[in-house]
Each structure stands twice: as C-alpha cells, then as structure tokens.
C-alpha cells in the first residue's frame, strides 16, 4: 500500500494545498520519448528502515540551504532570466558516506519533480535494497549502480526503472554537514537522554550526555546518527530536532553575512552537471515552492521478500509507474503501458530460477552446517576445558539474540558460538536485515564492553537504560557475520 504523501514546509508556515499525491491532476500530455528503453526491474526494503531516516535528513537539509541561498542571494544575479528550469524536472540526487579508498555505494537515493509553473514540487525515495538489473553487471540491489558505475549508471537505472526523463544528478557528500554545522558556528540541541556507541570498524564514536549543548559540526553528527532501543522513530525525532535547528540558525538575520562561505560549503559536499546558477535557481525555486504549498513525499509501492536467502523490496510495478503518471501530470499512452508491462515481465523472470538455486544452496548449506557443527562443538569443548584448566571461566551472561542476516542457518551458528563462549541465549528469533553486527547493552558507557566483552565475532557496540530486565543486553545478527 502506498502511503498518502506527506508535505515538508519550513516551521511555522502552514501553506496550501498539500493533500494525498492520489489527487493530482492528469493533464493530457503523454510520456517523454525518455521512458522508451526497455526498463529493468527493481526492489527495496521498509519504508521505516533507515533509508526514510537518511532521506528526511538529506532532503530537508538540501532543501533548507538550497532554499535560504536561492532566497539570500538573489540581489546577486539580478540578471539571472526568470524560467532557468522551466517545465518539468527530474532530478536524481544520491547520497554517499565513501571511504577513503572505497567508492561506497548510494546510501540513499531519491528523485525531486519540481513543477515552477505550477509552484508544486514532489519527491520520490527509492529505498536502497531495490532490487534492479544493472546493465552489464545482472540482477542486484539499486545501490550497487553506484559502487559499479557512479552517477551515470545510477541515473540510467533509476530512469529505466521509473520511465521517466532524469534531466540531472546531484551527489551529496555525508560528511560535508559537520563542515556545514561549523560554518554556521554550530548549533544548539537539548540532548534527551545518555548515548553511547562504539563502532571499530569506522572508528566512529557517540558518546553525549543529557541537557542543552552548543555542537559543533562533530557532536551534532553523532547526534543525528545515533540509533537506540527506540530504532527509527527515535531516530526520525532527532533528525527532525536537528533539521529545525540547522533551518532556525541558517534563516537568522545574522547568518545573512556568512552567505559567501556558506554558498562555498555547500557547492563543496556537492557534486552535480548543475552549474551554480540552476543551484541557485532551484533553491530559489524549492523556497517558493514550499512557502506556497509544501514538498509532496512518496516512495515506490511494494513488498519485501527474501529471493535466494536475500532481502529486498519488490515494487508494485504497475503502481509504480500509475504514481509516476500522476507525480509526472501525465496520462499513460500505449507506449508507456506496453513499456510498463515489459518490466513487469522482466521483473518477474529472475524469480523462480533464484529461488531454485536458493533450493540448491540450501541443502548444500545443510551438509556444510553438519561437518561444521561438529568442527565448532569439538573447538568449543576443547575451549572449554582450557578455560576451566587455567581458572578463566567468567559469570555467565544472558543476552537475547536477533537474527537479522536474512539466512537462518547463520542464527544457529552464532548461538553456538556464543554458548561456546559462555553466554546463555534465552531468546532468539529474527529481524529485518541490517548490515552490521550491533551489540545493546543492557548498561551505560564502557560498561557495555565490560560486561559483553566475550562475544566471540565482529561488532559495534550500544547502550540502552533499561533497568532489571532479567538480561544482559541483545545481540543483532547482521550479514557481517560470517
């Protein structure tokens, strides 16, 4: 089921016309000559994962500093002509958190309609997970377009998916909104509660205390990306604190003199076939647009399901491309059916031949999981006894585990390992995936690593306040683990 659209408006602005996306108007205009290749097919995850956390961080950020430069800086380019992106325009934005070393993959991946003529402005989020064809690489998960081929393989994709025209790209830098914190001289958040959070494999650290702080580009980030017991909505409530505060201080009076430098830092965490004038232009564009009726948010329809003991998110696409005509202002042609149609079937082949060699891996998982049951019970034992010999066996610690690989066999290998290690699982069942091992411990601060600090595989490490649960803290299997 899609989920009527939702609107983003700046704070105290109550606008007009917001509505459910199922109301706009078809026009009798048909589709763009764009949509004629023959489209792949696609799929994603939950709509209240993670991906929806990063897109209202990204969007009304962009959206914020788009939007006070467009407005700020218009007695600069007086001369600019009224209409620099007149007409539709499709805009593919990604955002990327690369590493050094590491071209990374689309962390999150969206397409902005924008309609000047009509002040209206819509955005649709295709979740990371989407399962595509991926010209010259097959059937895999729409962020990979990124690792395989950047931008360009990126925005072909999502235009054979949707069916629509992409007129531009933009690609945010994750890292470049601590810059932006510190060139706006920070901002000020009443921290709600006690976060901690240790992730070796980034080196990456939150560690805040309740009350009212002045950030700095580096505490507010570890503000926002902090993940606790309450998952995405605690995290969705603090992103929307740290975008109220970040839209407060950059439209304040005295930010008017910082504009030059800020206008420097934004173009620098951006990458785009936009010059700095259609930036300014749609910023100025984005601001109208939602002083006078919001922006108008969907994402692709469909279901999740597992294909060959992976998860994804497979899209409605007959739906799909129903929203797109009405997001578009559009009626469906014969073309555009007889397209829409082809990668519905297209979507659909891959299904049963994956699910067949997932059958096959299966039952030879099985065997596999025999020999090496027996390998890791006798590894186990012998630990066991070395440890008892030398005096080492520690108080046992009882934890909840949570299988959240996608593959059940991986459950019981790491229950195993953990009784091996002294641990005592008295709950165990399955989540939806994630990448990384998390470890919630049922404590504060370093006690965490203090008390779990046995668990014998790769993982980050969380504190939870939660006081006489009967358990030492909860494990969260993800496909990290081997």
């Known amino acids: 089921m899609i989920s009527p659209m939702t609107c983003c408006r700046p704070p105290g602005r109550t606008g007009r016309g917001c509505g459910n996306i199922r109301s706009i108007s078809m026009s009798t205009r048909t589709m763009s000559s764009g949509a004629s290749r023959p489209p792949s097919c696609m799929a994603s995850w939950n709509v209240s994962g993670r991906d929806w956390c990063s897109l209202h961080k990204i969007i009304a950020l962009l959206i914020a500093v788009l939007a006070v ?65 991926i010209k010259g690489h097959g059937w895999d998960k729409i962020n990979a377009a990124y690792a395989y081929g950047g931008h360009e393989l990126t925005r072909n994709t999502v235009r054979d998916l949707l069916g629509i025209r992409i007129d531009n790209y933009v690609v945010i830098d994750f890292q470049g909104f601590k810059d932006l914190v510190d060139v706006i001289g920070g901002i000020d958040i009443n921290v709600e509660k006690r976060m901690y959070y240790y992730d070796p494999y980034d080196n ?85 647009m939602m002083e006078a009726g919001g922006l108008k948010m969907a994402m692709v329809p469909g279901t999740p399901k597992y294909i060959g003991g992976i998860s994804y998110w497979l899209p409605d696409i007959p739906k799909m ?25 297209a979507y659909n082949e891959p299904d049963a031949a994956a699910e067949k060699d997932g059958a096959a891996e299966k039952a030879k998982a099985g065997k596999e999981k025999a020999e090496q049951e027996a390998k890791e019970k006798k590894a186990g034992e012998d630990a066991a006894k070395k440890k008892a010999a030398s005096g080492e066996m520690q108080a046992t610690r009882i934890v909840h585990l949570v299988n959240c690989t996608g593959k059940e066999a991986l459950g019981d290998k790491a229950r195993r390992q953990l009784e091996q290690a002294g641990f005592r699982v008295i709950l165990q069942g399955t989540g939806s995936t994630r990448s990384r091992t998390t470890v919630e411990g049922n404590s504060t601060g370093n006690a965490v690593a203090d008390s779990l600090r046995r668990i014998p595989f790769d993982h980050v490490t969380r504190s939870r306040d939660v006081k006489d649960a009967g358990f030492d803290g909860t494990i969260f299997l993800g496909k990290d683990f081997r």
Request: net charge positive.
């Open 69 to 133: 430069l467009g407005w700020s800086l218009r007695s600069f380019f007086n001369d600019t002509p009224e209409g620099l992106i007149a007409g539709k325009k499709n805009i593919v934005v990604m955002g990327c958190d690369s590493r050094k070393g590491d071209t990374g993959r689309s962390d999150t991946l969206f397409v902005v309609m924008m309609d000047p003529d009509n002040k209206g402005a819509s955005l649709l989020s295709i979740p990371r997970d989407t399962r595509v064809k």
């Open 204 to 288: 990456f650290k939150i560690d805040l205390h309740p009350g009212l702080q002045h950030m700095d580009g580096k505490t507010a980030i570890q503000y926002v990306r902090y993940r606790d017991a309450e998952g995405d909505i605690g995290r969705i409530r603090r992103q929307q604190k740290f975008i109220l505060a970040m839209y407060k201080k950059i439209t304040s009076a005295n930010m008017l003199v910082r504009i030059p430098s800020l206008a420097k830092q934004i173009m620098s965490m951006i990458r785009t076939d936009m010059d700095m004038k259609d930036m300014l232009a749609m910023g100025k564009a984005l601001h109208d």
């Open 321 to 345: 491309r129903q929203l797109m005509a009405r997001m578009q202002d559009v009626k469906m042609n014969d073309k555009f059916r007889a397209n829409t149609e082809a990668l519905e079937r």
